[in-house]
């Protein structure tokens, strides 16, 4: 089967064992957005691939993962090189995740957006995910949209800024290094112009 007509290859992790998984596993791109926060974006994405090769499976499965004993999953998380900076919290989010798409869409991640009538409705239950707020949430939706192939009626609108073409804005624009460039750049100018912002005020 050739990955590349049958699912888009995501570029997310500039890693080729995770970011194929990211790309075949809907769970996987879900459990990498989660973990983007506080650590490099690159190391996030990695972190189902890791978690996959160290539960011995070449996937993650929500019924698997959600079943799993807490400390047993933190410790998972937790072993060397940790999967993220908070491997505790974070493996429980990753479980919390599990749990719901188990409880609600049976385990498969892709029932979020199987039958969602507009962008509106997915960003909706997207921000009902466990650990997806807003701006998480309407990041993913950018990343449905422009690279999965989801695309309910005004997905653009309902992503915001993030779904605007070529905005350079989030892990939903990169395609490759130039674009992870362009990418790290507008977020180092937003960090620059909110901490110029915040001493405006103080003076």
């Not at 989010?93 to 749990?99: A, M, P």
Request: aromatic residues 6%; contains cysteine; glycine residues 8%.
């Amino acid at each position: 089967m050739d990955a590349d007509t049958d699912s888009p290859a995501l570029h997310l992790a500039q890693d080729p064992e995770a970011d194929e998984l990211l790309s075949r596993s809907r769970l996987a791109a879900l459990t990498g957005m989660l973990l983007d926060q506080q650590v490099p974006m690159e190391w996030a994405f990695k972190g189902p691939a890791t978690i996959a090769r160290r539960m011995g499976t070449d996937d993650l499965d929500a019924h698997e993962i959600a079943a799993q004993d807490p400390e047993a999953f933190a410790a998972l998380l937790a072993e060397k090189p940790a999967v993220h900076r908070y491997p505790g919290s974070m493996a429980k989010r990753i479980q919390q995740l599990c749990q719901y798409l188990v409880e609600h869409y049976d385990g498969d991640a892709e029932g979020i957006w199987r039958d969602a009538g507009s962008g509106a409705e997915l960003l909706r239950r997207l921000q009902e995910l466990p650990g997806f707020g807003k701006q998480k949430a309407q990041i993913f939706l950018a990343l449905l949209g422009k690279q999965l192939g989801v695309t309910p009626t005004g997905w653009r609108e309902a992503a915001g800024a993030y779904g605007e073409a070529a905005a350079y804005r989030s892990v939903a624009d990169i395609t490759g290094p130039e674009s992870l460039a362009k990418v790290r750049a507008h977020k180092q100018e937003t960090k620059a112009a909110a901490k110029a912002a915040k001493g405006g005020e103080k003076s």
